[in-house]
């Protein structure tokens, strides 16, 4: 028995939901109260290269801008008005179970206590940095929280190619079955 020859795309960018191919033109959100914070981190962002920086001031408009255009990083204060971190927190995980596309999620807080970086982890946060930080140190986690991003949604667009040639290949299959089990 011999099975078709899969055929991949040229481009592995060409696939139904691949990420951008350079990790600094994927979407990041940098969601904080303090207005000096969240155009500091986004500075340090910018500069690291990344092209395209969105900012929200409090949880509710978070989640509005999370559900209109889906980033690839979320920088989450823990502590906002209106709807907090844990919340906001909460609605990106269920996002990400029901698309089935990854989020990177770095918290960020002034509370640098054990009890607040292990919570928001358990929460499912990707990593925790307190504040005051090192801006080497936190532009070094939103890139590799970017890039093991990138690489889950290219590893989860390879998968569903992959399942579609199967179930396209199934079909050859049952003809096969029909025909004395010769492939066609």
């Known amino acids: 028995m011999t099975l078709a020859p899969l055929e991949l795309p040229a481009d592995l960018d060409q696939l139904d939901d691949a990420p951008a191919s350079r990790v600094e033109e994927g979407r990041i959100l940098v969601v904080d109260d303090d207005a000096r914070a969240t155009a500091f981190m986004r500075r340090l962002i910018e500069r690291d290269g990344f092209t395209h920086v969105d900012t929200a001031g409090d949880g509710r408009r978070a989640l ?3 559900m ?9 204060d823990v502590h906002l008005p209106l709807i907090d971190g844990y919340s906001v927190l909460r609605e990106i995980v269920r996002s990400d179970e029901r ?5 990177g999620v770095l918290a960020v807080s002034g509370d640098p206590t ?3 970086c292990q919570s ?14 090192v801006s080497g140190e936190f532009t ?13 949604r290219r590893a989860l667009a390879y998968s ?10 199934e079909g050859l299959g049952r003809l096969a079955d029909d025909d ?5």
């Open 99 to 103: 698309t089935g596309r990854p989020t």
């Open 140 to 152: 070094l986690r939103v890139r590799r929280l970017a890039k093991r991003t990138q690489s889950l």
């Open 120 to 133: 928001i982890l358990w929460a499912g946060a990707d990593d925790f940095i307190p504040r005051p930080f």
């Open 68 to 76: 209109d255009h889906p980033p690839h990083v979320v920088v989450l």
């Open 160 to 169: 569903r190619f992959l399942e579609r040639q199967v179930q396209s290949s």
């Open 180 to 184: 004395g089990g010769r492939w066609l």
């Open 64 to 66: 509005h801008m999370i």
């Open 114 to 116: 054990p009890a607040t």
